[in-house]
């Protein structure tokens, strides 16, 4: 183990950090998922992130990447959130898509979706879930029908992140219409804005419409649009599930800048704060930095040719159980005005900590569930009978 | 930036882990229990035997100079083997200060097999074994003395763990002082450091092995006709385990590499981290496989009790679990946080 940065990491770093100070927003944009206003800044944000080539730092040049290693992808994360840069309105396209097309697309399909992805040109939504179909995602019944050099597209998805927005998005269909289960079942893209797609704002916990249901009456695309083999779905999918609950989905940068912005909370209240709650402060930081090392040993062990197994799980569970632990504990710290908007005149220090608190009651259900993730663990990890 | 184990540092863990396997089964165990006695002769002299009670000890002083990252996959291994024989102390802390004290024939016989020094600390004040020890090195805040066994007053205080052999301490008049002052505290200061690095090393074995067992029985005892091991409740209890030994891991591995300067006050907050961190993955993980092995978890009939009972131990030697976050957070009250802070140390 040699957990120092190279001269040539620190300079990456420098160059990052220079960069964002020049760029990012001085005010925090309007937030993606309540108007299409936020929406757009943020689409314009990626847009400038792209032209100092940032979209995507481990992504081939051709596609608008910089080839870059793991390790650097985490040091450019760490400034990226050290400099409360905007959320990043496509992650579901360069975070779960992206890494997935570098797999199993081809090359005509990289090149025509990556640089767009990359620019904020097209941003994705995942059209994955339905509503007989959550944590049971094999019982998929959305249908695609090959007519000749077309997939027609029906069925009803639910739960789309920024799909309302978004422009494109890349669903999970039955292309066998005897198959069952994870069998028959392929990935297709397909345009958001294409005749026969109908697309409903979902209100979410915050009140703002941050996924949406999809109705999809006979949608027509061109047969190129789908993602590996016909029937490959469920595996493709897989993969892409991997990527988001092991590595990519939620940095370590996340967290630890919200430990930061904690402790500042908790030493605002200088010796009236409770050593019960510095004991959780404490706590929270620590999953923080447990889960940032835990991430470092993991790229340190994909570049050195290794893979992501069924551990991406636990990193699942334990981001998001520290997500509500962190969120938790600010809001106990604030007390009495814990339930009050940052707008409230009385709660001047409140800052976004109930709006983070509130998304973070999400984070068991997203991305499948942790108790799916408790049963992966146990069967694949640990090898427990499963029945 | 390389946080991964290196190929020697993996032989060596592999190597120990095998040794142990052969050698440190838990039917050994028992009928050395039985015995009332706490370390068995042949499996010290075989580890004497494999260089490694003097693995931290410079080459030039005979020893296989190693640095703390390269043996704490070995520690591990031991803590998860519930070795008994104070291998991890003597490699640590004890034949390292021998060493710093120029005790060198001293430290020759122990490295020889010819000699056992038993250890007290103000962080873990009763000496294991001390009845059998030919000397007892004793830190004190300000003083580090050895004392010749014969000239100590030692007092047995029997404890839960039937392999772990205490003794309170009081040296007598042929005490030899090793070191006083600023000396002194340094060393003590750095031999909790590495008690509390090697305490959190042993308990994520201890940790990884009785999630291990308990995957075992589950898979073998049925009830209504089933393995209970295909019980969702179960599953899920020993998944959270796992997750727990998973996100300890990394930090103490990130500590045993900082190790190398214990004075480093990030070092320490991280050292912190480990022990805290391992120690509650070893609780949580030894009550679930209680809890997994049913009314056989309450006997002594299955081996999980002895996991509970060592994490019982550990979790509260070389620093208890509230001072080791009460270190933690004086860290976060006092020096640099961030996402880029994440491998500072200082200087
Ligand atoms: C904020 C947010 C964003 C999302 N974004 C997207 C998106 O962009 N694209 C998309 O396709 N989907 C998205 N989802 C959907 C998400 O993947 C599903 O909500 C999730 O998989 C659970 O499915 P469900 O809602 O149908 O719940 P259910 O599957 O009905 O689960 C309800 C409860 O039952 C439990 N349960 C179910 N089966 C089992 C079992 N076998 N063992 C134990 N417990 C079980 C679950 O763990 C859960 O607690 C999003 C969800 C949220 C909350």
Redo the contacts between chains.
Sequence with gaps: ??????DA?RAF?DEVRSWMRDNVPATPLPSFDASREGFEAHRAWEAKLNEGRWGMVTWPDAYGGRGLDL?RWLIF???Y??ARAPLRVNQNGIFLLGPTLMEFGTEQQKARYLPRMATGEEIWAQAWSEPQAGSDLAAVRAKARREGDEYVLSGHKIWSSRAVYADMAFGLFRTDPDSERHHGLSLILFPLDAPGVTRQAIHQINGEHGFAELFLDEVRVPAENILGAEGQGWKICMATAGFERGLMLRS??RY??A??AL?ALA?SRGDDLDPVL??R???A???A??????I??T???LM?GGRIGA?AS?NK??WSELDIALHRTALDILGDRAELHPGASAAPDAGNWLDGYLFSLAGPIYAGTN?I???I???R??????? | ??????EEQQMMTDMVREFLAANCTTAELRALAETGKSHDAARWSAMVELGLPGALVGEEAGGLGLAP?DVIGLVTAAGAALLPEPLIETMGITLPALDQFGEAALLAQVMAGEAQVALSHPAAPFAEGADSADAILIFEVDRVLLCPAGSATITPQPGVDPLRRLFAVTPGPDAQILAEGEAARAATDHAQEIGALFAAAQMLGIAQRA?DIS?AY??ERTQFG??I??Y?A???H???A??AV??????L??A???AASTQDAYTRARIS?AK??CGRAAETTAQTAIQVHGGMGYSQEADVHFYIKRTLSLRNLWGTETLH??R??AR??TLA????T??NQEG
Excluded at chain 1, 1 to 6: D, F, H, R, S, V
């Design positions: 183990m040699e957990l120092t940065y190279t990491q770093r390790i994360e760490e400034e959130y050290g370590p940068a630890q800048v430990v930061r402790v030493q510095r004991a402060v404490a706590e930081a620590m999953g930095e447990a889960y940032a090392l835990s470092y040993s790229a340190s062990r050195a551990e636990t569970i334990f108790e993730q408790r049963n663990i146990a069967e990890m640990l090898g427990m009978p499963r029945k | 930036m390389q946080f991964v184990i290196t990252q999630i995957v589950a898979g089933k393995p091991g295909s969702q179960l599953k899920h020993l998944a959270s796992q997750v998973e996100f300890a891991r990394p930090v591995q990130a045993s590499a900082m981290h805290y961190v976050r009460n933690y957070a976060l009250e946080i961030g996402p880029d994440l491998f």
